[in-house]
C-alpha cells in the first residue's frame, strides 16, 4: 500500500503562491498606463520660447547645422521654427566645405554645392555670414561664385582662419575682385605674422606710399579684426578696429600705428594686443573724437607714449593690460609712473560722480596651485614678487544705492581698467597711483582673491590697500578663506581711523571650522572688535556685515590646509554668531 501523502504540502503551496500574488488596488485608484498617458503637447509652448531653446542648440553646436537639422526632426511645429530662423541658417551657408572626403573628387564636389544651395535657401532674405574655417583658394572661391554669383553680394560678415601670409594676399586679390560691398564685418587671422610679403605692410602705415590694396571697395565695413596681419589699407569709415599680434616679431613701431589712425577718425571701439612695443620717434599727436572703448595690451612706457600722442573724449573707457612675457624694446627701471602720469593727463573724472572700486588679486596662470580657494593658513604672499596679477577697475555707480551696490557691477558702467602682471606690491603703493583712484570719489570698495598666496597678500598689505580708499563708505569681500587669513582684513576695514566713512560691510563667503565654537574663530572675534571699537568711536555702521553663506571647513591634507564643507544651515549655530555681532553693534 504506497504511504499517504501529507496534507500540508499543498497548504504550503498555496500559502507561497499567495505571498507573491499582488494585491488589488482600491476601485478609486487611477491606474496610469502607456494607452491612458498623456503625451506631451507642443502647442502649449510659446515660439519665442521655441526661439531662444533653438538659439541656445545653434550656439552650442559643435558640428552646425546638425542642431538645426535635429530640431527640425521633433515635429511639424519644431520643424516650422525652425524653417523660420533664417539668421540662424545664414549662419552656417559655408558649413559644408567641411565634410570630409577627397575634395578633388567631382561626386564631393557636387554634393558640398548642393548643400550650401540648401543652406541659401532656407536663410531666405537673411544676410549671409560666411565663416572659411580654412581659405580653399582663389579657384575654389571663383567657382562658388559662377555657381552662387550671389553669395558674397548678400554678405554682411566673413571669418577667415589664414594659415600665411602669401595666402592673405591670395585672399585679398580675391576680396579687390569681388562684389562685397555689404560686408559690415570682417575678421582675420593667421598663423604667422604677415609682413613685407609681396610689399603687403611694406608701406604700412600707408602714409608715404598707398597701399596695394587700396582699391578694395568695402564701403559698407564698420568692424576690423585681424590677428598676426596688419590693415590691408586706410578704411576710413571704421568704428571698430582690433589688431593683434601674437609673436611679437614686428618691424614697424608705436609711431607708425599711431599714423595709422590719423584718418580714422570714426572709430568708437579700439585694441591694440602685442602692436606698441616702442616709446621711440616724434609722433604728431592725432585725434580720435568718437573713441568710447580703448583696450591696451602693452608695456607701461610704450602705453604711456600711445596716451600722449592719442587724444580721445575724457568720456573714453580705458583698459590696459600688461604680461611679463610681453616683449618690451623700452629699458625702463621704474615705468608705472609715467604710466599713471599719462593716464591722470588724459583722463579727467567728474568729480560731482561717485566711483566703485573693484580689485581681484589672482595668481600667475604658471601659479595655480591650489587656486581654488585660499584655504590654507601657510603665509608666503607672493614669494615671487612678479607671480601675481593684480585686476583693477573704477566703475561708475548707476544703481544710486551707494552705501550697498549690487556684487557684480554693469560693464557699461566701466570707467577705467589696469591689469597688471608684475610687482603688485609697487603698483599699489605708487604715490601717483593715489591721484589715479581719485580717493574722495571712490565710495565702494570690492576685494576679490583667487588662491593662497592671494589671500595672503592681500593679509598682509590691506591696511596700504586701505590708505588709498580712506573715503569707502562700502567693502565687500568675495571668496572664501581661511579664518586667520581674513581676520586681519576685517581688523582693518573695521579700523575707525582707516575707514571713517563706513556705512556697510558685506562678506560673500565665511568659513568657520567644524565644531569649533565662534568665540574661537579669529574672522568672528575680529568682526565683534571691530563693531565695537566703531561703536565707541562715534561711527557706528548702519547694520551689521551682512554675511551671504557660511561654509564648514574641513580638514585638507596637512595641518594648515583645509577644503570647502557643507553650507553651514540656518541653526542655533548660526543664531549664536549673529547674536554676538548685534551685541557688539549695540543692538542687543
Known sequence: MPPRKRGKAKTAKAASSSRHTKKAPPADTPINTLKSSVPFDTNRVPVDILREI???????????????????????????????????????????????????SQ?????????????????????????????????????????????????????????????????????????????????????????????????????????????????????????????????????????????????????????????????????????????????????????????LVVAPVPCAFFLQHVQFPTTTVVSWRYEKWIRNHVNDQDPLPSLFKAINERLQPNPERQYRAVLRLSPDDKNHLNARDGLSNAFFPWSSPKSGRLTFSLYNHSDGNVAMPALEPHEQDLALRLEYLHEAEAFLSDELFLQLVQPGRVSSLTMSTLGCDASAFASHRIAGILHSFPSIKDFTWTNLTTSEKLAPVIKAVLDPSATPLLRSMRICELGHRVRDQWDVNDAAVALVAGLRSRRQAGCRLDGIPKVDVVYDLLRGVDRKSFRRGPIVPLDERLGELWRMLAEAQGNA
Not at 72 to 100: E, K, N, Y
Not at 109 to 126: D, E, F, K, N, Y
Not at 262 to 271: F, G
Open 54 to 104: 533653438l538659439d541656445i542648440l545653434d550656439g552650442t553646436d559643435v558640428k552646425p547645422p546638425q542642431a538645426l537639422y535635429r530640431f527640425m526632426r521633433v515635429c511639424r511645429r519644431f520643424s516650422d521654427v525652425a524653417s523660420g530662423a533664417h539668421s540662424l541658417w545664414a549662419q552656417h551657408v559655408l558649413a559644408p566645405m567641411l565634410i570630409p572626403g577627397e575634395r578633388r
Open 107 to 295: 561626386g564631393h564636389t557636387l554634393h558640398v554645392r548642393r548643400l550650401i544651395s540648401v543652406l541659401t535657401g532656407r536663410a531666405g532674405p537673411a544676410p549671409l555670414r560666411l565663416h572659411l574655417p580654412f581659405f580653399p583658394g582663389t579657384n575654389r572661391l571663383n567657382e562658388l561664385l559662377e555657381d552662387f554669383p550671389a553669395l558674397f553680394a548678400r554678405t554682411y560678415s566673413i571669418t577667415a582662419a589664414l594659415l600665411t601670409g602669401v595666402v592673405a594676399i591670395e585672399f585679398f586679390k580675391f576680396l579687390r575682385t569681388t562684389d562685397v560691398s555689404r560686408v559690415e564685418k570682417l575678421s582675420l587671422s593667421a598663423g604667422w605674422p604677415a609682413l613685407q610679403v609681396d610689399n603687403y605692410g611694406l608701406d604700412f602705415p600707408y602714409v608715404a606710399s598707398a597701399s596695394p590694396f587700396s582699391d578694395l571697395n568695402l564701403p559698407s565695413l564698420r568692424e576690423l579684426t585681424l590677428v598676426n596681419l596688419p590693415p590691408p589699407c586706410v578704411l576710413k569709415g571704421l568704428h571698430s578696429l582690433s589688431v593683434k599680434f601674437e609673436h611679437h616679431r614686428l618691424r614697424t613701431t608705436s609711431k607708425d600705428f599711431i599714423d595709422y589712425l590719423r584718418d580714422l577718425t570714426q572709430l568708437t571701439h579700439l585694441k591694440l594686443d602685442g602692436c606698441l612695443l616702442d616709446a621711440n620717434g616724434e609722433a604728431q599727436p592725432i585725434e580720435l573724437p568718437h573713441l568710447a572703448h580703448v583696450e
